[in-house]
């Protein structure tokens, strides 16, 4: 992995207790900050993982399970095997710069044999824009483009403001894959190429319009990026060059199951025009899916409409074959307003993708028209598809798998405008640990039982860190959600068990963000098992492990400055997908489940949810008043 410094920095002055993944940009305070600087990822005590496994099951697994599985952890932490794995795990972590990070892509992503959209990439839905015809929509993906060539000159001058978490400057490596990279099918396991890194960087990007793709250089022969007029006369140019709307949706087979389209890809880079035009969209700086408009619906169910087209695209007669699946970054303007963007998830986590469209889209706001000169510009390529039959019967099955996949995803995306932030804020509570926690008073109020619920912990305090998880169903928060629909308890005692389990959940996250949380741990105790070519340690094939593993709330809280909607998939076939966006006075939140299962529902999973909420607000504000 590639080693990149990032020179400047802009430093928090004043001390916050909390502050998360943005650049406290009001103290312009510049200083040398680099990558080198950065402490490596530990390896937490083998001891403490144990304890906090066990702690972590309680919940989750009947008396019985939990009485088994810490007989098979006793034996695995003083039997011999433990030890030798962490110390295994320890060499491995003195010899590499991260002793996850490489392992944690590998068995997350790209050893992930399932298909990319829905189930690994996420998704973004921008606020709705007032266009409604071809000309608003090529004008907001003019500015769109020239913004995020102007975010691409910080990473080329590698000037990105370093973000800061809790005082600690984060690792900044992600921003430097997203741009010019692509996911590659492999047979067995997939890689991801940037080509950000080489002697003659791309310049082009890829739009594609009507499933046919183009070629678009963005820079003047002397450097400088098209301007907002010229970007928009390319565009028109590609419209009209695309009109015909018959034409094979080659891009809707980067969405099939991973084994499936590895073959399909074998077979399409056969020929070398084929091979020529993959390669193109490959080392494109991003995508830009110009879509046509989807079937209109009521305002009410508008963005959980737009958040599932930012998943797949509708479908294969809409927008899912408008789309190459394996590019890191697409960005989506629809005909009808809609607009958002699609991304791999290998190469990064969501934060740096949330920075660089609160960039863009200030960028949008602030953008004068530039009168261009009118220097004619050469036409985009049309990037040509030879298809064979056999190309046109793996278009023909990606097809209808992605259509199956489109009537499987169950989004509900609910706009919860009755408070944000401020309200727990106010009550000394933190805002993410009260969402997580209505979030399981939600769950046990539908299904009467806690599950394993994940929640996504940002790990970039280390370098070239990703992410580990915080458990969120806790034994206090069990406690908590049970007091809840209990009427004979006292609102006092129900908030001092809330406080407590939000208490909890805050100390849990602590230790995740710095390395101590036992999911990640628990992995590469497993994985150095594999590599050492021992028997599985029993402890990795018991019921419980099973279990906890079975994340049926996959949760992650991606904040943004813009008022956007993220969402992604759920994790298992009978679980929720949940990502909010918790804003001072409102949250987005998006949910998704499957519809093949028959337990879950995401309108349901929603209304739970917000009931949750207001009743947790409800007990804040009753026991203040009794309080006075
Ligand atoms: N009283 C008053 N205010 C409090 C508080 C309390 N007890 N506890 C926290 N706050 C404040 C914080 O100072 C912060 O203030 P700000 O809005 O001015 O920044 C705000 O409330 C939010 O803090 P909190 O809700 O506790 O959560 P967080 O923002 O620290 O986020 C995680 C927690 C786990 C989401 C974060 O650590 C993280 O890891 N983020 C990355 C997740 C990620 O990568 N997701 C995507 C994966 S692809
Ligand atoms: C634009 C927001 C994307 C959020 C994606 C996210 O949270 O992904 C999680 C990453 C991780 O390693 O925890 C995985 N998850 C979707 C399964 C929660």
């Given at each position: 992995m590639l080693c990149l410094c990032v020179r400047a920095a802009l430093r928090p002055g004043i001390a916050q207790p909390c502050r998360i993944l943005r650049p406290v940009t009001q103290i312009p305070e510049r200083s040398l900050v680099h990558q080198g600087g950065l402490p490596k990822l530990p390896v937490p005590p083998l001891k403490q993982t144990c304890e906090r496994y066990l702690a972590a099951l309680e919940p989750i697994v009947s008396k019985e399970e939990l009485e088994h599985t810490e007989r098979l952890v006793q034996e695995f932490l003083h039997g011999g095997v433990g030890q030798r794995l962490q110390k295994g795990l320890e060499r491995r972590a003195r010899k590499t710069?991260?002793?996850?990070t490489e392992w944690w892509t590998q068995s997350a992503y790209l050893d992930c044999r399932m298909p990319v959209a829905v189930y690994t990439s996420p998704g973004v839905v921008l606020p709705r824009m007032n266009f409604q015809d071809q000309h608003g929509q090529m004008r907001f993906a003019a500015k769109l483009i020239a913004g995020v060539l102007d975010f691409k000159k910080m990473i080329d001058t590698e000037t990105l403001p370093v973000e800061y978490l809790s005082e600690k400057p984060l690792c900044m490596d992600q921003y430097y894959q997203i741009l010019s990279s692509c996911r590659i099918p492999g047979p067995k396991r997939d890689t991801v190429v940037n080509y950000n890194t080489g002697q003659t960087p791309p310049t082009h990007i890829t739009v594609v319009h009507n499933f046919q793709f183009f070629f678009l250089d963005v820079y003047n022969s002397d450097g400088s990026p098209l301007t907002v007029d010229q970007l928009y006369m390319q565009l028109e140019k590609i419209w009209n060059s695309s009109l015909q709307t018959n034409k094979e949706p080659i891009g809707i087979l980067t969405s099939q199951h991973r084994n499936t389209w590895g073959k399909a890809y074998n077979n399409l880079i056969k020929d070398k025009t084929n091979k020529e035009s993959v390669r193109a969209i490959h080392k494109s700086i991003f995508t830009v899916c110009l879509d046509a408009p989807m079937p209109r619906v009521s305002d009410e169910m508008y963005p959980s409409r737009v958040a599932a087209q930012m998943l797949h695209g509708g479908g294969a007669r809409w927008n899912s074959g408008n789309r190459w699946f394996d590019k890191t970054l697409q960005f989506i303007v629809g005909e009808d307003g809609t607009c958002g963007l699609v991304y791999e998830h290998a190469p990064a986590e969501g934060p740096p993708i949330v920075f660089l469209i609160d960039y863009v889209v200030k960028y949008m706001q602030q953008t004068q028209v530039i009168r261009s000169p009118m220097v004619p510009l050469p036409m985009p390529q049309k990037l040509r598809f030879n298809i064979t039959p056999e190309i046109k019967r793996d278009i023909e099955k990606a097809k209808q798998n992605m259509n199956i996949m489109v009537h499987d995803l169950d989004v509900h995306v609910l706009m919860f405008s009755h408070f944000g932030k401020k309200v727990p804020k106010k009550q000394k509570l933190s805002p993410d640990a009260f969402v997580q926690m209505a979030l399981q008073l939600a769950y046990f109020r539908m299904y009467n039982l806690c599950c394993s619920s994940y929640e996504s912990a940002s790990l970039r305090m280390f370098k070239y860190g990703r992410t580990d998880a915080i458990r969120s169903s806790t034994v206090d928060a069990l406690e908590f959600v049970q007091a809840m629909q209990d009427p004979a308890r006292e609102n006092s005692e129900k908030l001092a068990l809330l406080q407590k389990a939000v208490q909890t959940h805050k100390e849990n996250t602590y230790n995740a963000i710095h390395g101590q949380a036992i999911d990640r741990h628990l992995l590469g105790l497993k994985l150095q098992g594999i590599e050492d070519l021992t028997s599985m340690p029993e402890i990795f094939m018991d019921t419980s492990y099973a279990v906890a593993q079975h994340f049926n709330l996959s949760t992650s809280q991606v904040g943004s400055k813009t008022d956007c909607v993220m969402c992604f998939g759920p994790m298992v076939p009978d679980g929720y997908g949940v990502c909010y966006n918790p804003m001072d006075e409102h949250i987005n939140i998006a949910i998704t489940a499957f519809?093949?299962?028959?337990?879950?529902?995401a309108a349901n999973f929603a209304r739970a949810v917000e009931e949750a909420l207001l009743d947790m607000r409800a007990l804040l504000e009753d026991t203040a008043t009794a309080r006075q």
């Amino acid at each position: 992995m590639l080693c990149l410094c990032v020179r400047a920095a802009l430093r928090p002055g004043i001390a916050q207790p909390c502050r998360i993944l943005r650049p406290v940009t009001q103290i312009p305070e510049r200083s040398l900050v680099h990558q080198g600087g950065l402490p490596k990822l530990p390896v937490p005590p083998l001891k403490q993982t144990c304890e906090r496994y066990l702690a972590a099951l309680e919940p989750i697994v009947s008396k019985e399970e939990l009485e088994h599985t810490e007989r098979l952890v006793q034996e695995f932490l003083h039997g011999g095997v433990g030890q030798r794995l962490q110390k295994g795990l320890e060499r491995r972590a003195r010899k590499t710069e991260n002793w996850l990070t490489e392992w944690w892509t590998q068995s997350a992503y790209l050893d992930c044999r399932m298909p990319v959209a829905v189930y690994t990439s996420p998704g973004v839905v921008l606020p709705r824009m007032n266009f409604q015809d071809q000309h608003g929509q090529m004008r907001f993906a003019a500015k769109l483009i020239a913004g995020v060539l102007d975010f691409k000159k910080m990473i080329d001058t590698e000037t990105l403001p370093v973000e800061y978490l809790s005082e600690k400057p984060l690792c900044m490596d992600q921003y430097y894959q997203i741009l010019s990279s692509c996911r590659i099918p492999g047979p067995k396991r997939d890689t991801v190429v940037n080509y950000n890194t080489g002697q003659t960087p791309p310049t082009h990007i890829t739009v594609v319009h009507n499933f046919q793709f183009f070629f678009l250089d963005v820079y003047n022969s002397d450097g400088s990026p098209l301007t907002v007029d010229q970007l928009y006369m390319q565009l028109e140019k590609i419209w009209n060059s695309s009109l015909q709307t018959n034409k094979e949706p080659i891009g809707i087979l980067t969405s099939q199951h991973r084994n499936t389209w590895g073959k399909a890809y074998n077979n399409l880079i056969k020929d070398k025009t084929n091979k020529e035009s993959v390669r193109a969209i490959h080392k494109s700086i991003f995508t830009v899916c110009l879509d046509a408009p989807m079937p209109r619906v009521s305002d009410e169910m508008y963005p959980s409409r737009v958040a599932a087209q930012m998943l797949h695209g509708g479908g294969a007669r809409w927008n899912s074959g408008n789309r190459w699946f394996d590019k890191t970054l697409q960005f989506i303007v629809g005909e009808d307003g809609t607009c958002g963007l699609v991304y791999e998830h290998a190469p990064a986590e969501g934060p740096p993708i949330v920075f660089l469209i609160d960039y863009v889209v200030k960028y949008m706001q602030q953008t004068q028209v530039i009168r261009s000169p009118m220097v004619p510009l050469p036409m985009p390529q049309k990037l040509r598809f030879n298809i064979t039959p056999e190309i046109k019967r793996d278009i023909e099955k990606a097809k209808q798998n992605m259509n199956i996949m489109v009537h499987d995803l169950d989004v509900h995306v609910l706009m919860f405008s009755h408070f944000g932030k401020k309200v727990p804020k106010k009550q000394k509570l933190s805002p993410d640990a009260f969402v997580q926690m209505a979030l399981q008073l939600a769950y046990f109020r539908m299904y009467n039982l806690c599950c394993s619920s994940y929640e996504s912990a940002s790990l970039r305090m280390f370098k070239y860190g990703r992410t580990d998880a915080i458990r969120s169903s806790t034994v206090d928060a069990l406690e908590f959600v049970q007091a809840m629909q209990d009427p004979a308890r006292e609102n006092s005692e129900k908030l001092a068990l809330l406080q407590k389990a939000v208490q909890t959940h805050k100390e849990n996250t602590y230790n995740a963000i710095h390395g101590q949380a036992i999911d990640r741990h628990l992995l590469g105790l497993k994985l150095q098992g594999i590599e050492d070519l021992t028997s599985m340690p029993e402890i990795f094939m018991d019921t419980s492990y099973a279990v906890a593993q079975h994340f049926n709330l996959s949760t992650s809280q991606v904040g943004s400055k813009t008022d956007c909607v993220m969402c992604f998939g759920p994790m298992v076939p009978d679980g929720y997908g949940v990502c909010y966006n918790p804003m001072d006075e409102h949250i987005n939140i998006a949910i998704t489940a499957f519809n093949s299962c028959e337990e879950t529902n995401a309108a349901n999973f929603a209304r739970a949810v917000e009931e949750a909420l207001l009743d947790m607000r409800a007990l804040l504000e009753d026991t203040a008043t009794a309080r006075q």
